[in-house]
C-alpha cells in the first residue's frame, strides 16, 4: 500500500446519517400521490446514484412519465430544503476521526453525489469546525459518481496525487469511484450497503468503525 496523503470521503452513509430525512421527504411526496410511504431502510438501496436514480427506485413509472419526474424532482427538493437537517448528524465517531486527521494535517475533501447546494449546506451546518479542500456534490456537465472525475477533481484541489489517496465511502458506487480514480478504496460498515456489496465492488478494507481509519494510516 502506497503511502496514504489524504482522505477523500462520501457523505451521506459516511460521514452524516441522512437517511431519515431523505426518506422523510420522499414519502411525503409519495403521500401527495396518493402512495404509501416506504420503510426507512428501504432508502439505503435507494440512494447513491444521485437523486433522478433515487427517485426512479422510490417512485412507480407511472409518477415519473412525462414532466413527472421533473416534478417529483422540484418538490423533493423544496421539502429537502426545509428539512434535510431535521435528523441528519454524524455518525458516531465521525468527529473524533476528523479531529485526529486535522491534528496531523490531512487534506480532506468531500465528493458525492448529492445536490451541490444541499451537499455544501450539510457539510458548512453539520461538519462546521473542519476544512476541506473540495466539497463536490452533483452538478450540470459533471458525471456523478462512479465517473472519475469529481474524486479526480479533489485531489487535485488537495494537491496530492490521486494514488496518495483514501477514499472512504459506504456503498459499491464509491468503491468503483475510488478504484476508477486510482485511489484506495475503504469501505464504512456503519453506512447504507453491507460487506458483500463493498467487497465486490473493490474495497480493499473494510472498517466497522471511524476510529480504524486512523489506524489503518497508521499501519
Known sequence: MAALKAVLFDLDGTLLDTLADIASCANVVRAELGLPPHPKEA????????????????FPARALRGPGLKARARRFEELYEEHGQDET???????????ALALRGLPMAVVSNKPQRFTEAC????????RFAAVRGARTQVPLKPDPAGPLAAARAMAVRPGSVLYLGDTGVDMKAAQAAGMFP????????DAEELRRYG???LIRRPQELLDLLEG
Open 43 to 58: 432508502y439505503k438501496h435507494f440512494v447513491g446514484d444521485g437523486l433522478t436514480e433515487l427517485l426512479k427506485r422510490a
Open 89 to 99: 448528524r454524524p455518525y458516531p465517531g465521525v468527529a473524533r476521526m476528523l479531529d
Open 123 to 130: 457539510v458548512r451546518e453539520l461538519l462546521p469546525r473542519w
Open 203 to 205: 474495497a480493499r478494507v
Open 186 to 193: 475503504v469501505g464504512a460498515l456503519w453506512g447504507f450497503r
